[in-house]
T-cell receptor
């Protein structure tokens, strides 16, 4: 069964601290993995997409790593800001045209 | 270039009524995906469609739910005789192609509340 787990489910950090969000998946035969941001009552915004052949992707303060052998991806957000408060979703593409999502990491950055 | 459009954004129905959710993909995209997000749950795949074809409906409930993507117009997700357990956010995504490398772009969702 292709399950995606995100830990922790929720966390709060003071502004300026680095955020580390974890995603694990049970089936390592993935095509790519994507991190999304979801604000309350809103849709999904794609942050980073890592292909199976890649180890990491970076965009500004965001860095996502991928370790297929251990079934893990980590999203790092440097120098967090209150505007980073949101739910972060990890989604795995197993090549069957449907994404398998985790339940999300709900983040609150305290000013 | 407008993104994926969904309407209505919010929909309230009484038990037993029908709900029709619409999704217009990004310009140039011919592949549409529907996902459902139940309260406190992650998004779950429902159905994948191309123009006039259902490619994968393995995530669709067996009864009351149907989807279409006609040659002209938006994709429609239809829920007949709604029950309280259908209350959820329904997200549509689109992609340009069907390859495993294709990125899916998501709409803002339709939040369905069944009273």
């Amino acid at each position: 069964k292709q399950e995606v787990t995100q830990i922790p489910a929720a966390l709060s950090v003071p502004e300026g601290e680095n955020l580390v969000l974890n995603c694990s998946f049970t089936d390592s035969a993935i095509y790519n993995l994507q991190w999304f941001r979801q604000d309350p009552g809103k849709g999904l915004t794609s942050l980073l997409l890592i292909q199976s052949s890649q180890r990491e992707q970076t965009s500004g303060r965001l860095n996502a790593s991928l370790d297929k052998s251990s079934g893990r991806s980590t999203l790092y957000i440097a120098a967090s800001q209150p505007g980073d408060s949101a739910t972060y979703l990890c989604a795995v593409n197993y090549g069957n045209n449907r994404l398998a999502f985790g339940k999300g990491n709900q983040v609150v950055v305290i000013p | 270039n407008a993104g994926v459009m969904q309407n209505p954004r919010h929909l309230v129905r009484r038990r037993g009524q029908e709900a029709r959710l619409r999704c217009s993909p990004m310009k140039g995209h011919s592949h549409v995906y529907w996902y459902r997000q139940l309260p406190e749950e992650g998004l779950k795949f429902m159905v994948y469609l191309q123009k006039e074809n259902i490619i994968d409906e393995s995530g669709m409930p067996k009864e009351r739910f149907s989807a279409e993507f006609p040659k002209e117009g938006p994709s429609i997700l239809r829920i007949q005789q709604v029950v309280r357990g259908d209350s959820a956010a329904y997200f549509c995504a689109s992609s340009q192609g069907q390859g495993s490398q294709e990125t899916q772009y998501f709409g803002p969702g339709t939040r369905l509340l069944v009273l």
